[in-house]
Structures are given as C-alpha cells and as structure tokens.
C-alpha cells in the first residue's frame, strides 16, 4: 500500500508541473534574483541543507564583456538522502548535488528552475528508493514554493 501510495504521489507530482519539460520544473517567483536566491539559501540552511556553493553566472559573464540577465545558481544537497539514492543507483551522483537555477527571462520575470525526483529515477533507472525520491521531490516543491512566494 505504501508503494503505491508514493508511485500515485511521484505520478501526480509529475503531472502537476505545468512547467515541467524534460524533467525541467520552474516555478515563478516574486522578487529578484538576488533576494530569491538569498531566500532560497536560508531555507535550505534552515532545513539542515548543505550549500556547497553559490555562483553568480551573470557576474561571471560581466568580467568577460558579456552581458547576461541575473543568473544565479545554488549548489545544495543532504548527504544523508543522496548517500541513500547512490546506493540505489550509483550513477545519480553525477546530477548530486541538487541545483536550483535562479534567473530572471526577456520579461523579467525570475524563476527557480530544478530536475524533478522523478526525472533522475527515470534517467538512471532507479529502483527501490521511491519513498526517498518521493520526500526528495516534496521537500523540493516545499522550498522553492516558499523561496519564491510570501
């Protein structure tokens, strides 16, 4: 009963993202860059989240003579989860740890843009970890939902 209760969860989790595309969530948010990917990061500290690092790809761009709109990107993970999921498939480290996107488009609307759970399981077939990948993907709409909105 609990596999299927976290199949139908990851199944509607998926079908939910209007946004999602290729595995792509985005979620729309209501301050800048900066503050978004400020929010983000304490969010992520408060829940006991690592910050790996924080790079500021548009300040990247500056010193080059390249002009690019606000662009941030948060490196962030749990060892403690991702340990689990690498043991299940040890190829998923390759997209561990987790990254969240913060950029702002043409229209200046800024947006957390992160892979869904659901996308690594399937790009590295993996097996016996829904409950994990299910809290995964639930801790994951819970920040970036916050982060991005009062």
Known sequence: MKKRVVFFYLLFSWFISAQAADGVVNVASQFNVEQTTDRMENILKQ???????????????????????DTQLLIFGNPKVGSVLMQCQQSVAIDLPLKALIWQDKQSNVWITYNQPIYLEKRHQIGGCETTLAKMAKALETITQSAAAN
């Open 47 to 69: 829940k006991g989240m690592t910050i790996f690092n924080r790079i500021n790809h548009s300040e990247g761009a500056k010193n080059v003579g390249i002009n690019l709109r």
